[in-house]
């Protein structure tokens, strides 16, 4: 594809062929395909599709036509698209002219996942993300547990939000652990406290009748209760489980792709790998393929992320010619620093 020679390029000049490399075939696309200019459109009618698809999900499931544990991981999959409309959103993708219609799409795509923060919060601290990727002071990677050192207390802090504050206040200077507090509380709000609310009720009840059963016998629960963890149950299965399962799978990969601590600031070449090894498959199905197109959206922001989708055969060609990351699992083992380790 290329005639440039990369050993004689500045990092900053390899980030710029990327982008130039990648633009241009985005500008192909759009002319081929003219209806991908039609951007507002189609951000609109993937939020319905994906709407529409939790919807029948639901739908099934209430109707007893598929189980809880085909539910879970379709709704997973609809939700996923939502997750990918959100981060669109923030940098202004859709409707931008139309602003009753983006901060519709906004509440819309946060409804979808309420294992998420505010989106209009969620904009300042992933602008920052882009501003500071992989120093300090990028707290958006560092909240889903970038540069944590691999073991029981990242998986937990992983797949749960509420561990995720509470296990980090140990590392956090006394005098402001309750600014830390405060500020993920209103960022969580409303949706998060019912989803926090909604989950660890639904695990405590179930926790403590597996615990009865086990003992030989059961609980005698007020009839009340029983018939409130039933819309519970309901919610769990459709809603919040689902969430769980794609937050997981979401921020394995992101926070394993990116790099954090020693990346030299601005070096778009040293922020992200492509992590599309064939085991993160699984997680990649209730991230729409994240770990495998995000480091294209380092360096063009302001692609959808279907584009990125189709971009991505000529972005990852003339991303590996520049020097860009492929599947280095060693991240892992360095807490997900840069620099490799050496002899």
């Not at 560092?142 to 802090?157: H, P, S, Y």
């Amino acid at each position: 594809m290329s005639t440039v020679d990369p050993s004689r390029m500045s990092d900053e000049q390899k980030a710029a062929h990327i982008k130039a490399v990648v633009t241009a075939e985005g500008q192909r696309l759009r002319e081929r395909y003219p209806v991908l200019k039609s951007q507002d459109a189609i951000g609109a009618a993937i939020l319905g599709f994906a709407w529409a698809g939790i919807a029948a999900c639901g739908w099934a499931y209430y109707a007893g036509l598929i189980s809880a544990w085909l539910c879970i991981p379709l709704v997973a999959v609809f939700a996923s698209l939502t997750h990918e409309l959100e981060h669109d959103l923030i940098h202004w993708m859709y409707f931008k002219k139309t602003p009753w219609a983006h901060h519709l799409m906004m509440a819309l795509v946060w409804l979808a996942r309420p294992t998420t923060i505010n989106p209009w919060a969620r904009r300042t601290l992933h602008f920052n993300h882009h501003k500071f990727s992989g120093q300090t002071n990028d707290l958006e990677e560092r909240a889903i547990t970038n540069g944590e050192a691999w073991g029981i207390k990242r998986l937990l802090m992983t797949g749960d939000n509420l561990l995720s504050v509470a296990l980090r206040m140990g590392k956090v200077p006394k005098h402001k652990r309750l600014r830390l507090f405060v500020s993920a509380a209103a960022g969580y709000f409303p949706l998060g406290w019912v989803q926090i609310g909604l989950w660890y009720n639904f695990l405590g009840f179930h926790a403590l009748n597996g615990v009865a059963l086990l003992a030989g016998t059961e609980i005698a629960w007020w009839g009340w209760i029983v018939a409130t963890m039933q819309v519970v149950d309901f919610l769990v299965v459709t809603w919040i489980a689902p969430n769980v399962l794609r937050s997981f799978s979401l921020h394995f990969v992101s926070s394993n792709m990116h790099y954090f601590g020693d990346v030299e600031p601005g070096n778009e070449l040293q922020q992200c790998q492509v992590l599309n090894v064939w085991w993160m498959a699984p997680f990649h199905l209730f991230c729409f393929n994240f770990g495998s197109t995000h480091a294209i959206h380092h360096f063009v922001v302001k692609e959808p992320f279907y584009i990125r989708q189709l971009t991505a055969p000529v972005a990852h060609q003339v991303m590996r010619e520049m020097g860009v990351r492929f599947n280095d699992i060693g991240t892992f083992r360095r807490a997900n620093r840069w620099t490799r380790a050496t002899a």
